[in-house]
């Protein structure tokens, strides 16, 4: 499974809504696992962003289709990014 960071910001509506998102993140983890992915963890976060998630899916077209549907809902913006573990960040650079 690919490792993605997932940076959160919530859209007037997501706020003005706030408490309910505790439910559409249950919702967003159902629909991870449904597409065969995960929440790693999750915090909710000071500064820039509302939300930071760690997240494994299968592939980038997941990835990016989950992403997708949860900007669907209007509520949150995302940033995804592709993380790489250690051991490739490694590998990556030895071949450099």
Known sequence: ?????????????????????PKRLDAARKLLADMGGTFRDIWMTMGEHDLVAICEAPDDAVAARFAL?????????????????????REIIAKL
Do not use: Q
């Open 1 to 21: 499974m690919t490792t993605y960071i997932v940076l959160v910001n919530w859209t007037d509506e997501g706020i003005r809504n706030v408490g309910d998102s």
């Open 69 to 89: 549907m949860l900007a669907k809902g209007g509520s949150i913006r995302t940033r995804t990014l592709k993380a790489f573990p250690e051991a490739a960040y």
